[in-house]
């Protein structure tokens, strides 16, 4: 049964940071495109950031290059969103999704392209 748990939301002042965790269980880690997306009230699903599980292939949205970084440690099935210099516009429910395995050189921020998902973590950044 795949799984995937999101930790480390919470509610910070704009220029804040967080750091939120997805540990990923029930299937094969490696060989597929993980990443974040995020959804505010009223809005549609977007993509955050994306990460490559058996590369270094990462992929961001322009709304968050240069303030937001995914990473990964393979070896406790987990990928981060480290997120700095918040801004209110980033306040959202931040999930974790995982497409089904493949070898590509590039992971989409199409939320459609994603197979599983995380029940997501709150971030509420105040101004």
């Known amino acids: 049964q795949v799984q995937l748990v999101e930790s480390g939301g919470g509610s910070v002042q704009a220029g804040g940071s967080l750091r939120l965790s997805c540990v990923a269980s029930?299937?094969?880690?490696?060989?597929?495109?993980m990443g974040w997306f995020r959804q505010a009230p009223g809005k549609e699903r977007e993509g955050v950031a994306t990460?490559?599980?058996?590369?270094?292939?990462?992929n961001y949205a322009d709304s968050v290059k240069g303030r937001f970084t995914i990473s990964q440690d393979s070896a406790k099935n987990t990928v981060y969103l480290e997120m700095n210099t918040l801004k209110p516009e980033d306040t959202a429910m931040y999930y974790c999704?995982?497409?089904?395995?493949?070898?590509?050189?590039?992971?989409?921020?199409?939320?459609?392209?994603?197979?599983?998902w995380g029940q997501g973590t709150q971030v509420t950044v105040s101004s």
């Open positions: 999704a995982a497409r089904r395995p493949e070898l590509i050189d590039y992971c989409s921020t199409d939320p459609v392209a994603y197979d599983y």
């Open positions: 029930g299937y094969t880690y490696r060989g597929r495109c």
């Open positions: 990460i490559y599980t058996s590369g270094r292939s990462t």
